[in-house]
């Protein structure tokens, strides 16, 4: 594409140098650029986009302020790098998202499970489905590409592959939307059909600083990424739930789910074993009884979210549906059974709690509960 005619879905201030050139991609990393690439010199927390642009043989660098360039390279001043890093890697790759019905899924613990279930009852509908998350991004549970190192992918890695899930004839894309990812901008360019909220709770201080801007972030996927007349998945039980729904666009149909007597989708009762959740449900008046087969209350929840999302997206999923799914890896997962031994992905004080006491009120009285927990360190 042209960069004159790339500069039609670009927000923009001013240029300097040829419109003329051909470009092919777009990147943030100077390390990947080539001379048909525009290079986003973006200002971050350690490094200065715009100290590797000067040296760079590239065909445009787009900057958010004064940057040097070599002779010969077009230079396109914006408000801001990052949106614009999301507008010229979406119209690069032909807007891929809106061929999606699309479901992005924000919150402190529960994403990629909500992922994992709605990529398995969309499968089990016979409807191709794409996901983008923590373990992995995948078609039809098919590895599609190596992951970036993030959850939320950068703009100029993730819509790549959402092009490539369109080419190959996906209908669906469920994809886990963090709050670090939103406030980068790395989904500008996609609007999502509906978005769903889990939970929030302690996590990512380090990046935001204060749990108010942490929660923030979350909202941003409201905000200002939902399609007009989408639909909003949110925990009723949160304490999170109105400061959610007071940001929601009027034409935003909302859906809520959680053990309060005015949910949608609503946890009547429910009992754990190691084997899973035996719950009774109530969905638009209608009482269903299902035998989840992961572990915990927490999931219970997470089940009635990809539920309910799905049901959104108008793909018809009987709850029955539910006892059928199988466990996701790493997720209080079962290593051994002679004595059982769980391995789980909990790294927050929440996802901590919430696993040792599924464990503890699904095992005989007796028995000794022993924790081993790792700190990775760098985070808070």
Known sequence: MQLKHLLRYLDYTSTQGSLLKEILD?????????DHSIFVAIRGAKADGRMFAKSLNVAAVVADAPTEVLPGVTTVMVPCARKALGQIAAALNDFPSKSLSSVGITGTNGKTTCCWI??????????SIGTIGTIGHRLNGTKLA????HTTPEASFLQPVLKSMVQNRCELLAMEV????LSLLRTQGILFDVACFTNLSRDHINFHGSME????????????????????????????????????????KLISYGSHSSADYRIVNHSNTLDGVNATIEIHNKTHKIQLPLL????????LCALAALHAMGIQIAPEQLNTLKPISGRLELATESHPIFVDYAHTPDALE??????????????????IFGCGGDRD
């Open 178 to 181: 963090s709050s670090i990812g």
């Open 118 to 127: 709605i990529e398995q009852l969309s499968l089990q509908q016979q409807h």
């Open 296 to 303: 915990g209350t927490h999931n219970l929840y997470n089940a």
């Open 26 to 34: 777009v990147s943030h990393d100077s390390r990947q650029v080539q």
């Open 354 to 371: 919430h696993a040792l006491q599924t464990l503890r009120v699904s095992s005989d009285d007796t028995q000794e509960l022993w924790v």
């Open 146 to 149: 190596e992951q970036d190192g």
């Open 213 to 252: 801007a942490y929660g923030q972030a979350k909202s941003l996927l409201f905000s200002k990424y939902l399609k007009e007349n989408a639909t909003a998945v949110v925990n009723i039980d949160d304490p999170f739930f109105t400061r959610i729904v007071s940001v929601l666009p009027k034409q935003t």
